[in-house]
């Protein structure tokens, strides 16, 4: 869902934007703000700082999840086992012992590939577009879990 909206004055700090569109998009849960930074390729940053918002941006909205974990009643505290067997070390590392790297699509790896390359001749860093990061991202996901 996209809404757009623009503000009568730049608000003075992060709470005060999100103050601002809780109230005209009559959101009731909590959320964090993320922007698409230029000075890192218009890649989606958490908005932490009011200057780092260039003074036209779009904003996205990232709702908040918490997990109450303070319960005693039986059915909660059979919920708090579940949520705590779901959230096992093995589940929350980083990285598994060994880490193949999956095979991407041939357009990825050719890429890689020279960019691989670029690196090695002349210490060349490869910058990728926004569609080619979404697939490494996903392929690598789905060989992670």
């Given at each position: 869902?996209?809404?757009?909206?623009?503000?009568?004055?730049?608000?003075?700090?992060?709470?005060?934007?999100?103050?601002?569109?809780?109230?005209?998009?009559?959101?009731?849960?909590?959320?964090?703000?993320?922007?698409?930074?230029?000075?890192?390729?218009?890649?989606?940053?958490?908005?932490?700082?009011?200057?780092?918002?260039?003074?036209?941006?779009?904003?996205?909205?990232?709702?908040?999840?918490?997990?109450?974990?303070?319960?005693?009643?039986?059915?909660e505290t059979s919920l708090l086992n579940d949520i705590t067997d779901?959230?096992?070390?093995?589940?929350?590392?980083?990285?598994?012992?060994?880490?193949?790297?999956?095979?991407?699509?041939?357009?990825?790896?050719?890429?890689?590939?020279?960019?691989?390359?670029?690196?090695?001749?002349?210490?060349?860093?490869?910058?990728?577009?926004r569609d080619q990061k979404h697939n490494i991202l996903e392929v690598?996901?789905?060989?992670?879990?």
């Open positions: 869902n996209a809404e757009r909206f623009i503000l009568p004055s730049r608000p003075s700090s992060v709470q005060a934007l999100i103050d601002e569109i809780k109230t005209r998009l009559k959101l009731t849960f909590d959320f964090r703000l993320q922007f698409e930074d230029p000075d890192f390729d218009h890649a989606l940053c958490n908005l932490v700082e009011m200057e780092h918002l260039p003074s036209t941006a779009s904003v996205k909205v990232i709702r908040l999840v918490e997990l109450d974990l303070i319960s005693t009643s039986t059915s779901a959230i096992s070390p093995e589940r929350i590392s980083r990285w598994p012992e060994v880490f193949i790297v999956p095979k991407f699509s041939y357009e990825v790896e050719h890429v890689l590939k020279e960019g691989n390359a670029a690196f090695e001749k002349d210490g060349k860093l490869i910058r990728l577009p690598m996901g789905e060989e992670n879990f």
